[in-house]
């Protein structure tokens, strides 16, 4: 049976891959990048910023001599900036080291903000190494292809392997395992997709056990989703705004305007400024994969100097911006 998948499958994506400007690449710093972008970006966003990073950064050695700021303002409004800061580091230890990117998914995997996944989507799209890449994607093929009602990581990983080595013995000109990844991949992006699969087009149908109730498989795990209450301060004056260099994993490395946590957030933010008030002009509410952020705005005059068009600004602080300039004065 699973000679016969992996030929279904292959001709299938052969013949039926979506055009995307990383396919058939074979250059591992365009595949990173790629491979970066998509951990958490859906493909349709994720084309232009892949297109104008490249413009502006074409290879390591580009990406290495520009500034951290130049990056993270490329990367600007992509969302989790610490896979930008991750390449721009990464590209700077290779680079001054005189090395370049390695070719195996153990070396990847040392490198900063590389993971299982990304080491082995590299390592077999650029190398040709056969290891076996497993998604949110891929998972959920696999545990309809057979049947699997609470698929564990260890047993889908084990399973991706075992395919993959029986391609690797089967091996011929276009079974790569790049290809045998991505198509796994491609099939659950397109047809095996979350809600309503395509099971009357899919090529793999003849082998899939889950086909009759795919809607069962992986069964749906609860995701928690934290709600934070937050307050922003935004100071302004004639000259601009007061922005601070943002810390920790998610916004690290960006500018944003002051905000704090509750309880006590706007005493608190006050009480740095040396400010008695501040007058409230509402409410924004941004959402992170796990976090659920709602913000108290409020604003009051400063004398600040920051010109927000030129720093690079997380989509969160733009859209507290953007509700500032809207109820007074033009700040974007
Ligand atoms: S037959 Fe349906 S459930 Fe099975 S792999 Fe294909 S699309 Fe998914």
Redesign the pocket.
């Known amino acids: 049976m699973p000679s016969n998948l992996h030929k279904a499958l292959l001709t299938w994506y052969q013949h039926h891959k979506r055009k995307l400007p990383w396919r058939g690449e074979s250059d591992a710093y365009r595949i990173l990048l790629s491979e970066m972008l998509l951990q958490q970006t859906r493909v349709e966003q994720a084309i232009p910023y892949y297109q104008r990073f490249l413009q502006q950064f074409p290879n390591l050695e580009t990406l290495a001599q520009a500034s951290q700021e130049d990056v993270l303002k490329a990367w600007q409004g992509c969302g989790y900036y610490a896979r930008a800061r991750n390449l721009h580091k990464l590209a700077q230890q290779l680079v001054f080291a005189g090395q370049a990117l390695p070719c195996s998914s153990v070396e990847l995997l040392a490198l900063p903000g590389i993971g299982p996944y990304t080491a082995a989507a590299v390592a077999s799209m650029a190398f040709g190494e056969p290891v076996a890449t497993v998604d949110g994607n891929v998972r959920r ?1 696999l545990s ?2 057979f049947a699997w009602e609470k698929p564990s990581p260890k047993q889908v990983q084990e399973t991706a392997d075992t395919l993959m080595a029986q391609l690797v013995n089967r091996r011929g000109d276009r079974d790569t395992p790049g290809n045998w990844n991505q198509a796994l991949m491609e ?1 659950g992006a397109t ?2 997709t979350p809600k309503n ?3 009357g087009a ?1 090529p ?2 003849p082998f ?1 056990q ?2 009759n109730h ?1 809607e069962r498989y992986p069964a749906a795990q609860k995701r928690l989703q934290k709600s934070l209450e937050m307050v922003a301060l935004v100071l302004q004056g004639p000259a601009g705004v007061h922005l601070e260099l943002r810390q920790g994993p998610v916004l690290g490395g960006l500018w944003g305007v002051p905000m704090e946590e509750d309880p006590g957030a706007l005493e608190r933010l006050l009480a740095r400024f040396g400010l008695d008030k501040a007058e409230p002009v509402g409410a924004v509410r941004h959402d992170f994969t796990h976090r659920k952020l709602n913000i108290q705005v409020y604003k009051a005059p400063y004398e600040a100097k920051e010109n927000p068009r030129q720093r690079p600004l997380s989509r969160l602080d733009r859209k507290i911006l953007k509700l500032v300039e809207t109820k007074s004065l033009r700040l974007l």
């Open positions: 093929v309809r292809l099939l047809v095996c699969p395509s099971c899919c793999v149908a899939c889950g086909k795919p």
